[in-house]
Each structure stands twice: as structure tokens, then as C-alpha cells.
Nanobody, 115 residues
Framework: QGQLVESGGGLVQAGGSLRLSCAVS????????MGWYRQAPGKQRELVAV???????NYADSVKGRFTISRDNTKNTMYLQMNSLKPEDTAVYYC?????????WGQGTQVTVSS
């Protein structure tokens, strides 16, 4: 049984940068798309960015030009480079993988941006 393990969250000042990582542990076969979602207190979980197996990407309008999603298939790891962070980016960030065997979610990593 595979799982997703996130790392890289933390506390940063507005304007700063963080890089999140999501490693695939165990066996998750034929992953199609992977993505990052986030959930702020009192709000619904929202899509931040998604990357498919071919490398095509899509971003939420709120993060376009600031965040970059990437994927290293040789390391079974996905990344989210977050630059020019804003206080409104504060949330728990979750990675997600879509496969024929089902959906997988990471445990979440907290990102806090102070003003």
C-alpha cells in the first residue's frame, strides 16, 4: 500500500519562499495527475496546482506567477516552489495523487505566512 509523505512547511515572513515536497512511499502504480491542495481555517479545501504525467500544469489564479509545481518521476517526488508568499497563503497544504487504484492524500503540512 502506498502513501504520500509531505515535508517543507513552516513559518515564513510575507515575501519569503518555501518549497514543499511530496514523496511517494511504497507502491502507487500508474499515477496520472498529482496536485497540491490547501485548506485554511474555516474554509473549504481548494486546488492550488496540478501536474499530469506528461508535465502539463494548471494553477489557481491566486498563485499564478508565484508558485511552481514540478515532478521528478525518477525520485517519485513532487514539489511546490512558493515565492512571494502572502499572509493569505497560510493554510495546511496537502498533496494528492490520482491513480487507477484510487485517490491518495498526504497528511498535510502547515504553511504560515506572517505579515
Amino acid at each position: 500500500q502506498g502513501q504520500l509523505v509531505e515535508s517543507g512547511g513552516g513559518l515564513v515572513q510575507a515575501g519569503g519562499s518555501l518549497r514543499l515536497s511530496c514523496a511517494v512511499s511504497g507502491s502507487i502504480f500508474s499515477i496520472r495527475a498529482m496536485g497540491w491542495y490547501r485548506q485554511a481555517p474555516g474554509k473549504q479545501r481548494e486546488l492550488v496546482a496540478v501536474i499530469n504525467r506528461g508535465g502539463s500544469t494548471n494553477y489557481a489564479d491566486s498563485v499564478k506567477g508565484r508558485f511552481t509545481i514540478s515532478r521528478d518521476n525518477t525520485k517519485n517526488t513532487m514539489y511546490l516552489q512558493m515565492n512571494s508568499l502572502k499572509p493569505e497563503d497560510t493554510a495546511v497544504y496537502y498533496c494528492h495523487a490520482d491513480s487507477p487504484g484510487g485517490d491518495y492524500w498526504g497528511q498535510g503540512t502547515q504553511v504560515t505566512v506572517s505579515s
